[in-house]
């Protein structure tokens, strides 16, 4: 786990803090799907007292990432990441789990959705074509798992968590 702090970004971490805990509740404990957030949690960062974003994060257990995998800074100002890779950097054999969607994108968030996809899931790279192609993976343990092929564009935005030895087991 890398630890990232920066006293003269501590306004900063306390703004995103702010954001992806409002996020995170929308999603949590109001039904709103992870493609939905983005626009309201814009608004209520703005509109939420210090006070309401820390019971938020209790009553969420301190969460450490928000829907989309990003970090939630700590109440003391650290930014706590676990190390991980994106898709498109992974060579065949490589498994993990899913743990950031870099863009927010709603239509990639809705693609995922549709192809059945959420963070936390297992990951094994089957293959990669050549100049550029797709990614193709395996979602979800070897002989119950979904096969797709991801495009450079999606690969590059999804981040995977390597199991300990990186390689399919």
Same mark, same amino acid.
């Given at each position: 786990?890398?630890?990232? @702090? @920066?006293?003269?970004?501590?306004?900063?971490?306390?703004?995103?803090? +702010? @954001?992806?805990?409002?996020?995170?509740?929308?999603?949590?404990?109001?039904?709103?799907?992870?493609?939905?957030?983005?626009?309201?949690?814009?608004?209520?960062?703005?509109?939420?007292?210090?006070?309401?974003?820390?019971?938020?994060?209790?009553?969420?257990?301190?969460?450490?990432? =928000?829907?989309?995998?990003?970090?939630?800074?700590?109440?003391?100002?650290?930014?706590?990441?676990?190390?991980?890779?994106?898709?498109?950097?992974?060579?065949?054999?490589?498994?993990?789990?899913?743990?950031?969607?870099?863009?927010?994108?709603?239509?990639?968030?809705?693609?995922?959705?549709?192809?059945?996809?959420?963070?936390?899931?297992?990951?094994?790279?089957?293959?990669?074509?050549?100049?550029?192609?797709?990614?193709?993976? +395996?979602?979800?343990?070897?002989?119950?798992?979904?096969?797709?092929?991801?495009?450079?564009?999606?690969?590059?935005?999804?981040?995977?968590?390597?199991?300990? =030895?990186?390689?399919?087991?």
């Amino acid at each position: 786990m890398s630890v990232f @702090r @920066r006293p003269e970004c501590s306004w900063r971490l306390r703004v995103i803090r +702010r @954001r992806r805990l409002v996020e995170l509740f929308l999603v949590e404990s109001l039904g709103y799907g992870w493609e939905e957030v983005e626009h309201e949690a814009e608004v209520l960062e703005h509109a939420v007292s210090e006070l309401f974003v820390e019971r938020i994060a209790a009553k969420l257990g301190n969460p450490v990432a =928000d829907p989309h995998g990003d970090p939630i800074p700590t109440s003391d100002g650290q930014l706590l990441a676990a190390p991980s890779e994106l898709l498109s950097r992974l060579e065949p054999g490589a498994v993990g789990r899913l743990v950031r969607v870099w863009n927010g994108n709603p239509e990639v968030l809705r693609y995922l959705d549709t192809c059945g996809i959420d963070l936390g899931d297992r990951i094994e790279v089957l293959g990669r074509e050549p100049f550029g192609g797709s990614v193709v993976i +395996r979602v979800g343990e070897p002989k119950e798992g979904r096969v797709h092929g991801f495009g450079y564009g999606l690969a590059e935005v999804l981040s995977i968590e390597l199991d300990r =030895d990186g390689a399919a087991s």
